[in-house]
């Protein structure tokens, strides 16, 4: 057993560098002409963040002191969050890589034809104008009437220029091969005119087309990954919307057709989410004027000394049959015992394997799975036996696993948590797996699973593509 934890743990850890270093790769090695400074900083950027991450995972998990979670949470579970979609974008960039490089191709192929295939309105190119031809003394005396100018004499030049032929009697410059009368290549002797070019000064290189291919897609990927984190920061921090759902109910009396339960799950009250989203939270459910409210699990991540103050607000909770609460895994992780004291002290009813007759149904609540290794696992029989089974059941239960052991108890309607929807796409198609609803509402035989996406988050405070919710579950009787 041990082995095989060692082999996997090997396999992810090789994934995750493997990973990163490709990251590293496409947004700083490969959009840098050669090594230096930003290589370096970028190795730094992603050795740093996994190690913020991996250091705020630890602190949360040994119960370091809380001010210490609280400063290594944000950039450590940010960077979490925006390294998988680093990875998505720079994937997602090499799909867009070949057709930008193939794009430049062709616009500079139409560019190269368009410079040598200029012509005359004609359509015929151009023909290039001869430069006239200078002229030089001998044949300026041969025509008529033309008086001949002698050679300069020897005592016109200056001294160290003997035999230089010079055009203006200026000396120095006249015989510098390359200028006037220095012979030429073949022999023969080549002057300056003034229709001959100046020669331009060259052009500096440029980057290399693959550059600058690197450098745009690398610029987009980050452009992305970060604009997609910041949205989905702000979808969180913002606070959970509501979401109306109307189930119907076969049992439910025609008096309680259109009775109102707001279900909240994964709070995650923590480093990161503290006291002010609580109290959205709490506004946000009261204002729909629920019959009861029911908090379905993963409510805090941490102590009860330390997110006590946090927790506060749910004390403003109003509801016309009250509130109750279950457990989630994360409480186990936090002191489940402690915590269901402080709900309870908080004026939440706490349902342990439990059951409550309401007016029009009965209400019932089970621990979470994650609670067996306590001791304190969910007991259907005591929660749901020697109850009426004419009348309809709702069973509050963290995880939607649940369901079946729910099926088997022939309770009409459960309401869960657990999944976050999947919180980071693509992570949603992994919770598909291994849930059997992932949100919204199911049915399984004579039972309905209703799964809410949840108020909060867990790790990074970011949702992409599953966006947090508080449900109000409208039930509806068919006798109406």
């Excluded at 119907?248 to 990161?272: C, W």
């Amino acid at each position: 057993m041990v082995i095989v934890f060692v082999l996997v743990a090997s396999l992810v850890l090789a994934v995750v560098v493997t990973a990163n270093w490709y990251v590293w790769r496409r947004l700083f090695r490969d959009t840098t002409s050669g090594p230096g400074l930003v290589r370096r900083a970028g190795a730094v950027l992603i050795a740093g963040g996994w190690v913020l991450a991996v250091t705020a995972l630890v602190a949360e998990r040994s119960g370091a002191p809380f001010r210490l979670q609280q400063v290594l949470a944000w950039p450590g579970f940010l960077w979490l969050a925006l390294s998988i979609y680093l990875l998505l974008a720079v994937v997602a960039g090499e799909i867009v890589r070949p057709l930008l490089r193939r794009f430049l191709d062709h616009r500079a192929r139409r560019t190269d034809q368009g410079l040598h295939g200029r012509s005359t309105d004609t359509g015929a190119p151009a023909a290039a104008t001869p430069a006239p031809e200078p002229v030089t003394a001998p044949a300026a005396a041969s025509r008529p009437g033309t008086p001949a100018t002698p050679p300069p004499s020897r005592t016109d030049q200056a001294p160290g220029t003997e035999g230089a032929p010079s055009t203006d009697g200026v000396p120095g410059t006249d015989g510098v091969p390359g200028t006037d009368g220095a012979p030429g290549t073949d022999g023969v002797p080549q002057r300056l005119t003034t229709a001959d070019p100046a020669p331009a000064p060259a052009a500096p290189a440029g980057p290399s087309r693959r550059l600058f291919v690197s450098r745009v897609v690398a610029g987009a990927a980050a452009a992305a990954a970060v604009g997609t984190v910041g949205y989905g920061t702000y979808g969180v921090l913002r606070g959970p919307k509501v979401k109306r759902v109307t189930v119907p109910l076969a049992k439910l009396p025609r008096a309680a057709h259109g009775y109102r339960i707001a279900v909240v799950s994964d709070v995650h009250l923590g480093p990161v989410l503290g006291r002010g989203f609580a109290q959205k939270v709490v506004d946000t459910i009261n204002g729909t004027q629920p019959d009861l409210i029911a908090v379905v699990g993963d409510l805090v991540d941490g102590s009860v000394k330390d997110l006590g103050p946090a927790a506060a607000p749910l004390a403003q909770l109003r509801a016309r049959h009250g509130s109750y609460f279950v457990t989630g895994n994360h409480e186990y992780f936090s002191g489940a015992e402690q915590w269901v004291e402080e709900v309870r002290r908080l004026g939440i009813d706490p349902l342990e394997n439990a059951r409550r007759e309401m007016p029009y149904f009965d209400l019932a609540g089970v621990n979470d799975v994650a609670g067996e290794d306590e001791g304190q696992g969910p007991d259907f029989a005591k929660a749901l036996g020697d109850r009426d089974t004419a009348r309809a059941c709702v069973l509050l239960a963290h995880q939607p696993v649940q369901i079946h052991d729910a099926v088997e108890h022939g309770v009409d309607l459960q309401l869960s948590g657990h999944t976050h929807g999947g919180q980071l796409w693509p992570g949603s198609l992994i919770a598909a797996g291994a849930n059997p609803t992932l949100a919204g509402l199911d049915r399984y035989g004579d039972t309905q699973l209703y799964v809410s996406r949840g108020a909060g988050a867990w790790g990074p405070p970011t949702r992409v593509g599953a966006p947090s919710d508080i449900t109000v579950i409208e039930l509806a009787s068919k006798q109406a």
